[in-house]
């Protein structure tokens, strides 16, 4: 059938239009050149005759070459800077194309320029691949020029597949050539030939001599098995390994090695001025050639795997006091490239929808979980999955956790703590059903760069728009095996600036640590009726508890990997340590005896459920809290920050510590941490709730909301379903706009963000991000305990948002509760969500000016004596 009329577009040059049978609607035209000016020979005349039809015409400026545009023509120009990375840049140019709807011609810049600033052909390839099918769908025609024999024959071939017409024009003993390769749904006799363009006329090449000398002046290397592509990625790393480990350690304080060096940093550590002055001083060639020659795919390795090895050899290369390399523990991660990431996007047709979702900064919880099976059931190129195989048959079937990256993850003033998944990999089984449980682990982590508290997270600190790509740090997960179980003796996580100041004995410049026995996990997480040890680096004998809570505030459950059933798990200590044959058990166990702790127990004489996880031995017979005390101020130091730092460990038989640092970021101090003065002499009806417990301080003038769910009737009354169903309605609080114009705060029992109805609610950070001040309630009949969580990941997301955490003890002699208030105050949780009315008995929304006649409630927290307030005055926010 005919194609109409209306679908068919001059190209401008009438031979040429005879040649290919004219242009359509829909089509990407790619012209591979080996001159800029044969670009400009063949989009001008198109321009001049689409502006002649009445066409709107967009110019995509982006290169540093001269404009393609000619005088005097009315061409709108878009400008798009790509040095903002490729997932800024692919997300303005759809932007541009989305608000210029259909029928729209576009002339682009010559995309080989891109690579300057990307570094990869990859990321070029996704570019095109993403762009021109949403072109196709809207009915343009859209010009492209690419340098020929200047990228790698895989991107060129993808380019090539997705777009609709493909021409090289290129020169030959000074006469230009136009060589048809691709013209998709049409064809004619003498379409592929070359043809010689003279006077505005194509003369196709017939002469089997004439075009044998064409083409092989025209393209040396046809088959182009191995390109050498002008991509920095390729091109430098050629340039380096042309040099052994010795030649790059003589030459490389060379002006030239310098700037190679500078390159290959960026390509992939990123352009962060603190990566980079970390980076310039800590890592030699050597240590950044290494990382690329265990990196899977190409592009950079995100800020968690940068964090990790920075703090390694910042620790190694040190000079001065304790030799680390007689401490730590030897590393060999592997890297998936973040470009990776961005093909299994593009090739699975999910980049469209990261980018709606990454625009409206927001998905339901409901909704992500159908993102997260696309996600699941995308599939990786043949050639990454063999590098996959490769890094399975070299851990062999040690287990290993699969770690999100990403380029903001882990940087100067964003951590995006516990936003982004890690899955561990016990690593067991046929290599095909480890590869299987190896790709799941890798897809979810892709999935939960568009998880709701990574969205909203990234909104609230404004990096809705930043390049953010996901990159993965594949590590070797550090222990040993003991029965069927795989996990560190000690993980935890250390902290060079400690808040937490139970007592005023306590040196906050030299740190905290909270340690736990097995799996990290325990450390950053809040579980169940479960504590990590808090260790104050400066007096690790202090606790923050005494006498017979110092079993209740400690750790009952291990984390591990069963290898025999190929999973992680949770187990209760004794029944994994029975019968005490793990090694140096003395060092971490002390035992009830009449209620009463002894720390010199011989654990195989003693009632395992009498075991307490103390660590007490640990920090006073061994060079633990010494070491410790080290790294976290050379790391300090080093940062120019204060930090913190993920890391195992484990003692061996003479009680000589190995440390596996696994983790390091720099620290953001939270709130105010100079004298805040509380009123004094205020009326008790004013005074909604004091507490001597504060963590961290500041000030929040002008709370007009208080979200209430009162501990009593939510322990004792509140059915399952609602329960497990609260956690979704205070999100739907916190996300709703009269909310959001509005400073409120929340007030709950127990633990928030505890996956435990029981303990507290089960919140995530996407439902609390927008609240001021976040009230945890421990009413001891209630069985209610707030976690002083300090360190956790669910800690750092408050103090990232700038919101004050207070545990709040009604039972407390020195506390108070204003009850008669919280209890008399009007509900106007209907007028919010009228159809909430199932959780009007237990949870309450207070319009406070309206309950006190034009009060508001106002907070102040003092870190230093710990004290906070929450009273009755007027509006000072203003």
């Avoid at 993850?409 to 516990?418: C, K, R, V």
């Avoid at 103390?614 to 060079?623: D, G, Q, V, Y």
């Amino acid at each position: 059938m005919p194609l109409p009329e209306a679908r068919m577009v001059s190209c401008g040059i009438p031979s040429l239009d005879e040649v290919i049978q004219g242009l359509r609607l829909g089509d990407n035209v790619v012209w591979q050149v080996d001159e800029p000016d044969n670009y400009l020979r063949v989009v001008h005349p198109f321009m001049n005759r689409a502006v002649e039809d009445g066409r709107t015409v967009v110019h995509i400026r982006f290169a540093p070459h001269p404009t393609v545009l000619p005088p005097f023509l009315p061409v709108a120009d878009e400008e798009v800077d790509p040095r903002y990375g490729f997932d800024f840049f692919s997300a303005q140019v759809n932007q541009i194309i989305e608000e210029r709807g259909r029928g729209v011609f576009y002339i682009f810049d010559n995309l080989s320029s891109l690579v300057a600033d990307w570094a990869t052909d990859e990321l070029l390839a996704n570019f095109f691949q993403v762009t021109c099918p949403y072109l196709h769908e809207l009915d343009t025609i859209a010009y492209f020029a690419l340098t020929r024999g200047q990228h790698a024959h895989t991107a060129v071939a993808r380019i090539r597949d997705t777009t609709q017409v493909l021409i090289d024009a290129y020169h030959v003993r000074g006469d230009l050539y136009i060589h048809p390769l691709k013209v998709w749904d049409r064809y004619s006799s003498q379409m592929f030939l070359p043809h010689r363009y003279e006077d505005g006329l194509l003369h196709p090449v017939f002469k089997s001599g004439e075009a044998s000398t064409i083409s092989l002046t025209a393209s040396k290397t046809p088959l182009r098995l191995k390109a050498d592509s002008i991509a920095p990625w390729d091109s430098v790393y050629r340039k380096l390994t042309q040099y052994d480990e010795e030649e790059l350690s003589l030459l490389e304080s060379t002006a030239e090695m310098q700037a190679l060096k500078q390159e290959l940093s960026q390509m992939i550590l990123g352009n962060d001025p603190e990566f980079k002055r970390l980076s310039n001083r800590y890592l030699s060639l050597t240590d950044l050639l290494s990382v690329r020659n265990r990196l899977i795919g190409s592009g950079r390795i995100g800020g968690k795997a940068a964090g990790m090895l920075l703090a390694r050899n910042i620790l190694l290369k040190t000079p001065g006091g304790l030799d680390f390399s007689q401490v730590l523990e030897e590393h060999d991660s592997f890297y998936i490239g973040s470009d990776v990431f961005f093909t299994f996007l593009v090739n699975n047709g999910l980049f469209r929808l990261r980018l709606r979702l990454t625009r409206d900064s927001q998905i339901l919880k409901e909704e992500f979980e159908q993102v997260e099976k696309r996600f699941l059931a995308g599939r990786f190129p043949d050639e990454i999955l063999e590098q996959f195989r490769d890094l399975l048959d070299y851990f062999g079937q040690a287990p290993i956790i699969v770690r999100s990256s990403s380029l903001l993850e882990d940087g100067f003033g964003n951590s995006f703590a516990g936003k982004y998944r890690s899955e561990f990999c016990a690593n067991q089984g046929t290599p095909e059903e480890r590869m299987e449980a190896f790709l799941r682990a890798v897809k979810l982590v892709y999935a939960s760069s568009v998880n709701p508290d990574a969205l909203s997270y990234r909104k609230q600190r404004g990096l809705g728009e930043a390049d953010e790509q996901m990159a993965i740090l594949v590590q070797r997960v550090s222990g040993m095996r003991y029965r069927s179980y795989f996990f560190p003796t000690l993980a935890g996580v250390a902290f060079s600036h400690n808040l937490y100041r139970w007592t005023e004995r306590i040196d906050p410049n030299q740190g905290i640590i909270r340690l736990v026995f097995g799996l990290g996990t325990r450390s950053v997480n809040r579980l169940g009726n479960d504590y990590p040890r808090l260790i104050a680096v400066s007096h690790p004998q202090l606790r923050p508890e005494v006498g017979s809570k110092i079993a209740f505030y400690s750790q009952r459950g291990v984390d591990v990997l069963n290898l025999a059933q190929n999973e992680f798990q949770s187990v209760p200590l004794a029944d994994l340590l029975a019968p005490a044959d793990y090694p140096n058990l003395g060092l971490y166990l002390s035992g009830m005896e009449d209620g009463y702790l002894k720390d010199s127990i011989v654990p195989r004489q003693e009632d395992p459920r009498k075991w307490v996880l103390t660590f007490n031995h640990l920090l006073s017979k061994t060079a633990f809290i010494p070491i410790m005390k080290e790294l976290l101020a050379t790391l300090e130091a080093a940062y120019g920050y204060p930090i913190d730092t993920e890391f195992t460990a484990a003692p061996d038989s003479r009680g000589n510590l190995r440390i596996n640092p696994v983790q390091c970021r720099p620290m953001k101090v939270p709130g105010a941490v100079e004298v805040v003065g509380t009123p004094r002499d205020l009326p008790r009806s004013l005074v909604l709730f004091r507490t001597h417990r504060a963590i961290h301080g500041g000030v929040v003038n002008g709370i007009r909301t208080i979200v209430y769910i009162d501990p009593r009737s939510y322990s004792r009354e509140t059915p399952l379903d609602l329960k497990r169903a609260m956690g979704r309605l205070i999100g739907e609080l916190n996300r709703h706009p009269q909310m959001r114009t509005r400073r409120f705060m929340m007030m709950g029992p127990g633990r928030w963000g505890s996956s435990n109805i029981a303990l507290g609610i089960n919140t995530t950070y996407s439902d609390i991000n927008h609240t001021s001040v976040l009230v945890e309630i421990a009413r001891e009949e209630a069985g209610h305990v707030p976690d002083v969580s300090y360190g956790t990941h669910f800690f750092l997301d408050l103090v990232e948002s700038g919101i004050i955490y207070l545990p709040l003890y009604p039972n407390d002699p020195e506390a108070h509760f204003n009850e008669d208030f919280f209890a008399g105050a009007p509900n106007a949780l209907l007028e919010l969500l009228p159809d909430a009315g199932d959780f009007e008995r237990f949870l309450k929304v207070i319009d406070v000016p309206a309950v006190t006649g034009g009060n508001h409630a106002q907070v102040i927290a003092d870190p230093r004596s710990a004290a906070a307030l929450c009273y009755l005055a007027p509006d000072l926010s203003s």
